[in-house]
């Protein structure tokens, strides 16, 4: 079920970036694809080369956190090789209550505490896959830049 869809997994920590796709690829996942940062991964998800399934990113990034990924995921009307309700899953060691709570704002659809199992991955992606909501831009849009700083 997994093996046709094309992840992209983010975080500037190598180590970790490996070992999420090493367990993607326990699950069965062909197609993964890696950025160190949210402005990375916005070139891979605004270039025409690639469709994206799912985003996995990390929180705490240089050049781009995940909130500012994930808000520009949520908000972007012109791209063509991603939905703007598309899956998205974030992970992070340390997320504090503020960041979990404007990732809900924003519509995450699963969040992973690291270090996390192949089982923890597997039914977080499932549960993103299944879950669908409507879009709210106006609520969205009324996120700040300050909201969407992780410290």
């Keep these: ?37 949210g402005g990375e991964a916005l070139e891979l998800l605004t270039g025409k080369k690639y469709h994206f399934d799912c985003v996995i990113t990390d929180v705490h990034m240089p050049m781009g956190n995940g909130l500012e990924l994930l808000h520009y995921i949520r908000t972007c009307t012109v791209v063509r090789n991603f939905r703007p309700d598309m899956p998205v899953v ?46 709210d831009y106006r609520r969205y849009l009324g996120l700040d830049a300050e909201a969407l700083q992780v410290a």
């Design 1 to 37: 079920m997994l093996q046709d869809l094309r992840f992209l997994v983010v975080d500037d920590d190598l180590t970790a970036t490996e070992g999420v796709k090493a367990l993607l690829k326990k699950l069965g996942v062909r197609h993964v694809h890696t950025a160190i940062s």
């Design 90 to 135: 974030m992970m992070s060691g340390m997320a504090s209550p503020k960041v979990a709570s404007t990732a809900r704002m924003l519509d995450v659809s699963a969040f992973l505490v690291k270090p996390f199992s192949v089982h923890a991955l597997q039914k977080a992606v499932f549960a993103a896959r299944r879950r669908t909501f409507p879009l």
